[in-house]
């Protein structure tokens, strides 16, 4: 398989040889947690979601929270009827949605298995936001919900923490196109069809923060926003302390102005690392 199926083009045998991403040909999966709470209310739901974190990454930000699986690439290998079978040995009843965590670097893998089993919940694209446009429109005739992630403005900054000064370039195609392709449908408090546009603070960015929000609220009709104030430093990379007060308030104020209230507002306590899985 020669992949191209992201922004990175890497142009490789994926049977052969690992991309950016850090993966071969097989789907790999780091944890699959059931009934996990820890997402938007909309999508968690009262039941909570069926999260299946797949392992790599096309952007690996040197400041992941997830650094075991989107660097060093933890988890099972599994074919396309490894992960066929794997879909069809749940019960959906027990849950209100199912999360695929960060899966750009398997989308046509994904595709292939989607294709061939219904899932009877809202299926949850959980991503960085740097996607190919072409792959999006294809899988988006099996998923139901966009939860992705709109990180940086500033070329230098996303150069510098993600080695993709193009991010802002495909990102914001891409969070237009999902807008534009699932409109929000929402049901007994639940995301049946729609995008939800995460924003995640960073240290000292805050200017760069007020620019992503300038840009939804100017080309995203009706949007859903989730502001994240849990950044916690991993120890690597250029930033090492935790978002202040008064950054998370300069953020939520412009965010008020701009008459951004739909969507979801974390607590200051929310960086922590107890709030991140265990790998």
């Known amino acids: 398989m020669i992949c191209n199926q992201c922004p990175r083009k890497c142009n490789i045998d994926r049977k052969q040889a690992k991309g950016f991403c850090n993966e071969g040909q097989n789907i790999r999966i780091s944890k699959i947690i059931e009934n996990f709470e820890w997402e938007e209310p909309c999508i968690s739901g009262k039941k909570g979601t069926l999260a299946i974190f797949f392992s ?77 446009e072409a792959v999006i429109e294809a899988i988006s005739k099996y998923i139901d919900v966009f939860l992705v992630d709109f990180k940086f403005y500033d ?51 805050v200017k760069d923060s007020i620019k992503i929000l300038d840009y939804i609220h100017n080309n995203i009709k009706d949007p859903i926003i989730s502001l994240m104030s849990q950044f916690t430093p991993n120890g690597r990379g250029e930033l090492n302390r935790k978002i202040t007060p008064l950054e998370y308030k300069t953020v939520l104020a412009h965010a008020e102005r701009l ?21």
């Open 56 to 132: 790599g990454c096309n952007l690996r930000c040197n400041f992941c929270q997830n650094y075991e699986i989107s660097h060093i690439g933890k988890g099972q290998e599994y074919s396309k009827e490894e992960f066929l079978k794997l879909l069809r040995s749940f019960d959906y009843s027990k849950f209100d949605s199912v999360d695929f965590i960060t899966p750009s670097q398997f989308s046509l893998q994904i595709l292939a298995a989607l294709r061939e089993v219904e899932i009877p919940v809202p299926i949850v694209w959980n991503s960085n936001g740097y996607e190919s």
């Open 155 to 205: 070329k230098g900054l996303s150069r510098t923490l993600s080695s993709a000064d193009n991010y802002f370039e495909v990102a914001s195609k891409v969070v237009k196109l999902m807008s534009k392709l699932k409109p929000n449908k929402v049901a007994d408090d639940l995301l049946k069809q729609g995008v939800v546009i995460r924003h995640l603070i960073l240290p000292g960015q």
């Open 259 to 279: 008459g951004l209230s739909n969507g979801y507002f974390q607590e200051f306590t929310s960086a922590d690392t107890c709030f991140i899985p265990k790998f």
